[in-house]
């Protein structure tokens, strides 16, 4: 069974640009989340998605967005990038119903905000 | 809302020696607990889960956690390390009566086996 994946591996920005990253979770997953990992302050969780919807969000900007396809994947769009905003960009995934269950985490998205 | 308290940042250890990572949590609701594992540039992998029932939760390649309600802990231990251990060790809480189950993790604690 495959993994969480995430594209792409690496992503090179300056200040003010856009970006996007993506995710396709576990197969038969329904629920993403992602979360950023920075340097200094550790893993933050940023949005929750759940049969196409946002769920939850945590205390990030609005110029942190994204969403959910019909297939359940996801992007996360950065706007007006920061050079805090590089950081490891982390999606997981879940069976969605169950707050039981695990969140599988995918390998992330390096972004770096020059 | 719930905060995470990983006491030491790094933790040396050589190897066949046990480690105990130290974990202490806040929170007015009642949470899960989780310990997940990051090596070098990698994403996280589930350690191990505390849900209810046993206090003392076994979870992949030879860890264990005990659950201490009264002093809010969630340790982890490992009799007897190998240098495939070395990692980024974090442990994580989420809210029972919180469906979406969103994670609150710790600081990290970087686990170093040295030969």
């Known amino acids: 069974e495959a993994g969480v994946t995430q594209s792409p591996t690496h992503l090179i920005k300056t200040r003010a640009q856009h970006a996007t990253l993506r995710c396709s979770p576990i197969?038969?997953?329904?629920?993403v989340y992602w979360y950023q990992q920075a340097l200094g302050l550790g893993l933050q969780f940023l949005l929750w998605y759940d049969e196409g919807e946002e769920r939850n969000r945590g205390n990030f900007p609005p110029r942190f967005s994204g969403r959910q396809f019909p297939n359940y994947s996801s992007e996360l769009n950065v706007n007006a990038l920061e050079l805090e905003d590089s950081a490891l960009y982390l999606c997981?995934?879940?069976?969605?119903?169950?707050?039981?269950?695990?969140?599988?985490f995918g390998p992330g998205t390096r972004l770096t905000v020059l | 809302a719930q905060s995470v308290t990983q006491l030491d940042s790094q933790v040396p250890v050589f190897e066949e020696a046990p480690v105990e990572l130290r974990c202490n949590y806040s929170?007015?609701?009642?949470?899960?607990l989780f310990w997940y594992v990051q090596y070098p540039n990698q994403g996280l992998q589930l350690l191990l889960k505390y849900l209810s029932g046993s206090t003392l939760v076994k979870g992949i390649n030879g860890f264990e956690a005990e659950f201490n309600k009264s002093q809010t802990s969630f340790h982890l231990r490992k009799p007897s390390v190998h240098i495939s251990d070395t990692a980024e060790y974090f442990c994580?809480?989420?809210?029972?009566?919180?469906?979406?189950?969103?994670?609150?993790f710790g600081g990290g604690t970087r686990l170093m086996v040295k030969p």
């Open positions: 994580a809480v989420s809210d029972q009566n919180n469906a979406g189950n969103m994670l609150t």
């Open positions: 997981a995934s879940r069976l969605a119903g169950l707050s039981t269950d695990t969140q599988y």
């Open positions: 929170s007015s609701v009642s949470v899960y």
């Open positions: 197969s038969g997953h329904t629920s």
